[in-house]
């Protein structure tokens, strides 16, 4: 991946504003645009926001305007074939990890222009390519891995990396993410159903990822793992075997926060549209939690 020097703001705003008019909006559902609140100059930490898979960056709506009333500048990049107003569309049954970390990467390049420190904070295959900035690139100041998706709850870990590399040799399904309401979920903006391919290959990215953990710590210079406790979409215990592996180097980087299980948070826990999130048990944590990167306290 190529990481060029960082850009001026106004080089790095002009980047990202064209990218936001190239997105056509016959195609892009209004709701899932490339978004970004800036206070129209360079702030002392930029908020780089990674969505999750079949979801928007609509999930970080409500938490990056706070983030923004805060002082931040907040970038959020529409995932490759996301957000496309066809809901049934199966073009994000062939993404590939190398999408992914262009997106990331690139991601990451404009958002060195809006912070003189970044912070990323991605959720469920946001935090799986968190992680992968976590791990590669020394620029980052914090990440927040927000319920990364290394493997499912249903998968035992010592047998993920195994059936995801069967999956990933059979036909790509579409599976319905609730087949009990099926497309008639009630969100305009997300897609309904999952590629068995596409979570394959991201168990897969993972399992390098915690290989690499287990080599050497990340080279971000702060790493949280916060988890939900009532999160029974992915897997907790390999969200513990990252940090634990990253904290056997010595470390001091590691940092972990859990929600509760009492409140009773969906996987997606940042969107309000559902009323299972607690907007006002979620985001004051996590605004602690990028304010603590600062002032040391938590």
Known sequence: MKNNPPLAFDAARARIEKMIAAEDAQIIHPASHTRLWTHAQKTARAILCLQGYTDSTRQFHALGELMFERGYNVFVPRAPHHGYRDRMSAAHGALTIAELQTWANDALNLALGLGEKITVMGLSMGGVMATWLAETRAELDQAILLSPAYGTSAIPPRVTRTAARAVNHLPNLFI???????AETGIAYAYPRFATRTLARLFLFSAELLQTARQQPPAARQVWMVTNANDFAIS????????????????????????????????????????????????PQLIKIVAQAETGAF
Request: proline fraction near 9%.
């Open 176 to 182: 319905w993410w609730d087949p009990r309401v099926r």
């Open 236 to 283: 907790n215990t390999l969200c513990k075997m990252f940090a634990d592996a990253w904290r056997a180097h010595g470390t001091d980087q590691i940092r972990a926060y859990e929600f509760p299980r009492a409140l009773g948070l969906p996987h997606d826990l940042l969107d309000p549209i559902d009323a299972a999130v607690k907007p006002e048990a979620v985001y």
